[in-house]
């Protein structure tokens, strides 16, 4: 923790910590602080590993960038969302693999993809479920010829995100597209992005 001042707590300690005086003098205490309980995150990611064992979550850094909770989710095994070159670097300073990471800013400069970055995609199709099969083919029909590989499969369901049927439904669309992707003898497709808005209840 370069440059920052950090206090360690016990377990329910910040209670005490908030009500006495943070200065040694007493005087007032102008400068910003926030209290990070780790033990919040280490239960969360117990409980979606428990839950969703074959479903690794991907953290967007843009959310909360505090290097000691970057390093605490790498250490539990999560994944990042990186959106600049420089929440990349961050990430890879922890010495996490490049390939925990996902790139999701869509207007990708090619100097931010060079060394040990890469491209998940260079092209992106919207589809709506239903509506797709022959745009489908058209465009893994236009990717055979280049033999693009890493190709995946996303989708967000925004407010629904506590509804088991949404899942339901986006999950279908998103195996038919898996499966003509193998039909055509495409790469082999392996990630599937469900999106996020999962949330918890307040402290």
Request: with cysteine; glycine share 8%; net charge positive.
């Amino acid at each position: 923790m370069k440059g920052r001042k950090v206090t360690n707590l016990s377990k329910d300690g910040s209670t005490d910590f908030l009500l006495r005086p943070t200065s040694p003098n007493k005087q007032e205490v102008k400068d910003p602080f926030y209290v990070l309980d780790l033990g919040i995150l280490v239960s969360l990611m117990e409980k979606w590993t428990r839950t969703m064992p074959i479903v690794r979550p991907f953290y967007l850094c843009q959310m909360q960038s505090e290097p000691a909770f970057l390093g605490a989710l790498a250490a539990l095994g999560a994944g990042f969302d990186c959106a600049s070159r420089a929440e990349i670097e961050a990430v890879l300073a922890l010495g996490v693999s490049p390939d925990r990471i996902v790139y999701a800013n869509p207007c990708k400069a090619e100097a931010h993809i060079r060394p040990r970055m890469m491209v998940v995609q260079d092209a992106l199709l919207v589809l709506s479920a239903g509506h797709c099969t022959k745009r489908l083919l058209h465009f893994f029909k236009q990717l055979m010829p280049r033999r693009h590989g890493g190709i995946r499969v996303s989708f967000h369901v925004g407010g629904g995100a506590t509804h088991s049927r949404a899942y339901q439904r986006c999950n279908s669309f998103a195996k038919a597209v898996f499966d003509t992707a193998t039909r055509l003898g495409m790469p082999h497709m392996h990630i599937l992005n469900i999106g996020g808005g999962f949330g918890r209840p307040p402290i």
